[in-house]
């Protein structure tokens, strides 16, 4: 009933005009979201490589249903990702791609054709990028887009959410030598019948699919706010003696800043997903409405920064 609702709110423009002139609301934002534009990105991607944070970078806009829409986003990222060159914030800084974003729900070529895009910008800033993943009805597109992009430019980051009970299989595959892979829980609502429902069997799942990518010979990178996967994360690392140079934390920008620089400062690596863009409004609302527990979660990150 709260997602409903939620839901429906980010669909509202008055709800939107709303929230947008609230008082509070320009805090909220500047606290999850770097800001509207590119230049935006570029000052929060400063800060925190500043501050020994690896970054990357998603530009925001996902609900793409024309073939101008995905060229325009395609254009956002070749623009920041020359910029991010310019500035000198590569490698530190790479980006989340959506293929949602370049056109995946009506031509699949179209968003390979963009994705290689920016996989080829990427690689003349000497970065490179990661497939944000989506709901469990786009994973078997989304491995392929990937997997067709990794002939040309390996080092093209997965993402793998540990909810889907497919994910075991995925992370077994994508455990090979060179392949980055981002493991999160995953915050879609998804059926049971490709999806684990309780916290408890998704955390399950989170370990045992952390065990398999630490155990393999790739480039594993636990994207987790939870103390506790934070804390076997680290002991699966000295457990399978990787070091600090193979494998990464990420969390989300504006989320636990303190033990982002905990993690860094005891010589982790820490990548900071950093959302920018017009387009904050429904980026927060789908986050609240994929799991209205997020509620709870983004009320505490405004009071701690542990």
């Known amino acids: 009933m709260l997602r409903s609702v939620i839901l429906a709110a980010s669909r509202s423009s008055q709800v939107e005009r709303l929230v947008a002139t609230a008082p509070y609301t320009r805090d909220v934002v500047r606290r999850f979201v770097a800001g509207a534009a590119t230049d935006d990105a570029l000052r929060a991607t400063r800060g925190l490589v500043d501050d020994g944070l690896a970054v990357t ?25 020359k910029m991010l060159g310019g500035a000198g914030l590569t490698p530190a800084a790479e980006v989340s791609v959506k293929l949602s974003a370049l056109g995946q729900m009506f031509d699949e070529q179209l968003a390979y054709d963009n994705a290689r895009a920016i996989c080829a910008a990427a690689d003349a800033a000497g970065t490179t990028v990661t497939l944000d ?19 040309d430019f390996p080092s093209t980051g997965a993402v793998l959410q540990a909810y889907l009970r497919r994910t075991e299989s995925d992370c077994r595959e994508l455990s090979s030598a060179g392949s980055r892979v981002r493991l999160c829980k995953g915050a879609y609502k998804e059926p049971e019948s490709v999806a684990y429902q309780s916290a408890r069997e998704v955390d399950k799942s989170y370990v045992r699919c952390m065990n398999i990518l630490m155990s393999g010979d790739g480039y594993p990178m636990l994207a987790t706010h939870d103390p506790r996967m934070i804390a076997i994360g680290e002991d699966r690392a000295r457990w399978f003696d990787r070091g600090p ?3 990464e934390f990420q969390m989300l920008y504006g989320i636990r800043p303190e033990e982002q620089a ?3 400062s005891e010589g982790y690596t820490v990548r900071t997903y950093v959302p920018y863009g017009d387009e904050w409004y429904g980026y927060l609302m789908r986050r609240l409405a994929e799991r209205p527990a997020n509620l709870v979660f983004f009320g505490r990150a405004l009071i701690s920064k542990k």
């Open 57 to 81: 970078l998603d530009h925001l806009g996902e609900d793409t249903v024309r073939p101008e829409q995905a060229t325009a986003t395609r254009d956002e990222y070749l623009k920041l990702l």
């Open 133 to 151: 993943m989506e709901d469990h009805t786009t994973t078997d597109s989304t491995l392929e887009v990937l997997s067709r992009l990794r002939k």
């Open 262 to 264: 905990r993690l860094a």
């Open 245 to 247: 140079e193979r494998f």
